[in-house]
Structure formats: C-alpha cells, structure tokens
C-alpha cells in the first residue's frame, strides 16, 4: 500500500494521530518504523542520541504488528509506535552500555519488565539512547562514547542523564522513549529539551532490567512530546512486578483519568523556598505565567513552605553516592563486561579492570560513597544523610495535607554549553537543585515545556504530586498544553 | 573533615580503583569541594529523627518456590570476558 502521508508529516504526528492511522490502516507499522529508522539516519549525526540503533530488530516486530493487524487480532494501545530506551534498560540480544566503557560490549540474556510490557503493548523498539555513564550527570556529557547534543541549540547540552532519550524526542526521532531518574534524570533533560517527562512513585515501575545506581531512588519514566504521549508510555509500563520487590501492586489507571481532570478549586502549593536566589529571571517568569493560567482557570494559588530544600542536594548526593558505590562493586571484570587486558594476577582484574572501565564521575561517586559508608564516617555522612531524608519528606506530607499540587520550576536554568559545568561537579551537581527532593521523598513529578527562554531554549515547569498521583499531573499538564503551544515546536537542528 | 593522601589512597583501595599518584592532589580538591558542600546536613538538628532508607512503605514478599527455566548458560558465559564451555575464567588465584 501506498501511504497518502508524507515523510514529514509522520515524524511531525502526536503519538496519538499516529495510532489512530495506524488503526485505521492509513499507515502500516512498517512505514512508521521505516520513517522513524530514516530520521535517525538524517538527524541524529548532529545529535548524536543514539548508542545503538537496532533497525532490525525494529523492522521484525513492525512485520508482526502488520501481520497481526491484517489477520484482525487485538493489539496494544502502542501498536506500531517507534519507541526508544535509555541504554541502561536491558534488551534482549541488543547490546546495553550504560553508555560505559565496563559494559561496552554486554549483551544481556533477557528483557527489562518494562521491555517487555512495551513489547506486549506493541511498540516498536528502534533504539537505545546516550546517557551519562550509569545515569551519573546532568548533562549527557559523562557518557564514555560521545555528548548528545540539544536539539534546540547544537552547542548545548541536552541536560542529563537521560539526555539521549529526551533529545530523540524533542529530535522527532522517536514518538516517546523511556528514560531513568535518580535524582532529576528525566525531568530535568525533558525540561532543556522541550519535551515532556515523568518521574513516578517509587516503585510504580518495576526497576527488574534496570542497570542500578541509587536502588531507593531508581525510577524508570516515560518521555513524550506531549502530556498525552507520556500517559500512554506510563499505562504501558507501570504494573506489579514480582522480580522487583519495591513493586508496588497499584492498578493501571485510565487514558482518560490520566487525561482529564477539572482545574476549579484544585490547590497548587507555591514553595518560597525555590524562588530564591539561583533561579533565572526568565524561568522564574515563564513558571509565575504558568502559575497565572492555572489561577485563570480557576485553581486556587497556596504559598507553602519546604523547610528543608537547601539540604535536598547534600542529602541525595550522600545517599545517591553511597548506593553506587555499594551497586558498582559487582564490575569485577569477571561476570560480564570488560577485563584490562593486561590483569595477570587476581587482584589486577579488579583494580585494572574498575580503573580503566569507569570514567572519570563514577570513580569519583563510587569513592565518595565507599568513604561514606567505610567505618569511622558512616555516622558522620550516610547516616545523616538518610535522617535528612526523613525531614525532606516530612515537608512534602505537611505540604500535602494543604495543597493537591505542587509547582515549581524544573531546572533554574535553560540548556548550558557543552564543556561548561563539566569539570566542575559541585555546579554539576546543583543542576538538580528542584528536582532531587521528589526523589528522596519517592513521590511523583512531571515537567513539561511552560514557555521559552533567550536563544529560543525550552523552559520547564514541574508539577509534584503525592503518591500515586501520577494520573492528576498528567492531566494538569495536558490541560497547560492543550490552551498553550510550547509543545511539538520544530527545534532549531531540523530546520 | 580532612581529606588526606592516606586517606584518599584507604578509599581508592576499598573501592578496587587505582589513582595515579600526580592526579592525587586534584582529586583531593574536588573531593573536599564536595564533602564540604554536603557536610551542611550538620547544621540539622536530628533530636528524635529515624532515618529512611526506602521512602515508600516495603514489606519482604513471600512467595512459593517454583520451578523456573535459569538463564542459558551458554548466553550468560558470552558475556564473560574469560570462559571455556562452562565456567567462568580467572587467573591462578592460589599459589
């Protein structure tokens, strides 16, 4: 068959239109995935997103959507839509770096569940996408190949760590991508790219198949051009999982739960604490104009307070660093992954083998949390670090008992240059000043694009919610979008 | 806190890392840069605070044992950078 619809226009559709002319066989999965496949082809040489691309492997499952919508069976609710993954999720038989040179060549022998859950739902799994090496960054730019650029302004950064993911999407490479948060991860990225982003509740997405970092902060999330993407890319990848003890058994909320809700009288809490000093003037301005739309709709505006914001970082990073350092020690240079070549003897496989696989962030992350948890310092460090937890989320249960919602920014800054921050990690660091705090508190947050800064860069807002409440700030960032147009804008690299 | 040479060398061999000795001092630097910055969770006070290790409630799930197919073998060992048919490869670890 041939298609009545342009290259451009496939690209350029919302991951819904897409579906519904794959449901009504205007398109075949085929010519989705070819296009998909093309684009990358085209664009992602400025980019730079993808680690692996995996065409043929797309082109199979494409044939089996194709053949399983001629014979009339049922199929997914993302049939037929080319999806990416953050290379630290793992695929069967495709190869899984983490973007590290440890595990350069690991091909692991089964799917993450939230492969698999994808798979089942019918989506086309076109590629894996860059990261800083094992999700540690906040720029993309600690990734042992190469950095991924923002698609918005080449010489930026596309923030981190799951800059492959949100740059693919904002690229129109891809429909929508799964990406990973430890502290900011997904949000932050989808905040420099324009694009939008979910972190969940701890536990709402099985981390089964996740190459771990911080395994009581890991999240796997879904990233879309759109609040309605992202809610499709949620349903298919949440549910219980039993090879994830943290699963937690919550059900699969609607498509339309999570796209409508009624804005009057919803309470959106404001905390003092994130307009401070550090913020740019333009996010500070384009979130206070989206804090004025929702009041326009009748939702009422509440100052609240998070005492304890100023200690999110330091507390994440104790914790963050001290977990690492704990799930880094299993690259022994004997399982699996890379072996210095020249290990003669028993102790040369681990330290050469650690030492010239890990880049430069991750020692340093694994050697601040070994020191962290070593004897004599535990006290000091890991311990405060987990009662400073305890009062991050206090603040968030006291907010929550006032106010349905809370906004704030995402990031306190548009996309910064390449090479600006990268030998600096305490400023590094301080990229995920609004975002750790959900995180630690193991409740769920979204960002999506509120406005445009200087040099045409994305700005985001981000909307936290308590637990479970994924499906109301899905809806109250699809409610933004639907009366705005900051989102499926063409970034600067496509035209 | 100060961050020593003997120290930073105690944390390098915990973590199975080697450090070449002329990179020792910058790595010190940023090191201290941030310890100091997330040494500022001492101005808390903690007076009757318990930590949290998982933010969201967990329990330990029981389940019955059952029979499952492992991983095969031959895939597993194709990762290993050192193998034969059915074991892992490492060098002489007795003398």
Not at chain 1, 27 to 34: F, G, K, M, Q
Not at chain 1, 229 to 237: E, K, Q
Not at chain 1, 430 to 454: Q, R
Request: aromatic fraction near 8%; glycine fraction near 8%.
């Amino acid at each position: 068959m041939v298609s009545k619809i342009g290259v451009s226009e496939i690209r350029k559709m919302n991951m819904l239109e897409l579906s519904a002319k794959l449901i009504s066989k205007e398109l075949s999965a085929r010519e989705v995935t070819d296009d998909s496949l093309k684009s990358i082809e085209e664009t992602d040489g400025k980019i730079s997103a993808f680690i692996t691309v995996c065409a043929d492997e797309a082109r199979k499952q494409a044939k089996v959507i194709d053949e399983k919508r001629a014979r009339g069976e049922n199929l997914g609710a993302m049939a037929g839509i080319p999806v990416a993954l953050k290379d630290n999720i793992c695929t069967r038989g495709v190869r899984t770096t983490a973007a590290s040179k440890i595990l350069g060549n690991f091909v692991p022998t089964y799917d993450a569940f939230v492969v698999e859950r994808l798979k089942a739902n019918g989506a086309i799994i076109v590629g894996k996408t860059n990261l800083d090496e094992f999700a540690m960054g906040s720029s993309t730019e600690h990734s042992a190949f190469f950095p991924t650029r923002n698609p918005w302004d080449l010489s930026r950064v596309p923030g981190g760590s799951s800059g492959g993911s949100t740059a693919a999407v904002a690229a129109m490479l891809v429909h929508g991508a799964l990406g990973s948060e430890t502290g900011g991860s997904i949000r932050q990225p989808a905040s420099l790219c324009g694009v939008v982003g979910l972190k969940t509740t701890y536990g709402r997405i099985s981390r089964y198949g996740l190459i771990a970092f911080g395994s009581s902060l890991d999240q796997i999330g879904p990233v879309g051009r759109t609040a309605s993407c992202a809610a499709a890319m949620f349903r298919a990848a949440c549910g219980y999982d039993a090879s994830d003890s943290t699963s937690l058994n919550a059900s699969v909320p609607s498509i339309d739960v999570c796209l409508k809700t009624d804005l009057r009288g919803k309470k959106i809490g404001v905390p003092k604490e994130y307009f401070t000093e550090g913020i740019s003037r333009e996010v500070e301005d384009s979130v206070r104009g989206a804090l004025s739309w929702y009041e326009s709709q009748g939702a009422e505006i509440v100052e609240v307070s998070l005492p304890h914001t100023e200690y999110g970082i330091a507390c994440y990073y104790i914790i963050a660093m001290a977990e690492a350092s704990s799930n880094l020690a299993r690259y022994d240079g004997v399982h699996y992954g890379f072996r210095a070549q020249d290990a003669g003897k028993r102790d040369d496989v681990y330290f050469k083998s650690r030492t010239e696989g890990f880049g430069e962030e991750v020692k340093r992350r694994i050697m601040l949390g070994t020191f962290s948890l070593s004897a004599g310092y535990y006290d000091a460090y890991y311990s405060k670090g987990l009662k400073t937890r305890t009062l991050i989320k206090r603040d968030f249960s006291r907010a929550f008992e006032k106010v349905d919602v809370i906004m704030c920014p995402t990031s306190p800054f548009t996309a910064f240059e390449l090479g600006a921050k990268v030998d600096d990690p305490l400023a590094m660091y301080l990229c995920d000043v609004y975002t750790v705090s959900a995180n630690l508190a193991g409740i769920p947050a979204i960002s999506l694009p509120c406005g445009f800064g200087a040099g045409n860069l994305p700005i985001g807002l981000q909307i936290v919610g308590p637990e479970l409440s994924e499906p109301l700030l899905l809806a109250m960032a699809n409610a933004f979008e639907s009366d705005h147009d900051f989102c499926g804008r063409t970034p600067a690299a496509l035209t | 806190m100060e961050l020593t040479q003997e120290l930073l060398r105690k944390i390098a061999t915990l973590s199975r890392l080697e450090i070449a000795e002329e990179d020792e001092p910058l790595i010190i630097e940023k090191f201290r840069q941030v310890l100091g910055y997330v040494e500022k969770v001492n101005q808390l006070d903690f007076t009757g605070v318990e930590p949290t290790v998982y933010a969201v409630d967990t329990k330990s799930v029981m389940r019955e044992d059952s029979l499952r197919e492992p991983l095969p073998r031959a895939e597993v060992l194709a990762n290993a950078p050192s193998r034969d048919e059915a074991f892992f490869l490492v060098p002489k670890v007795l003398d």
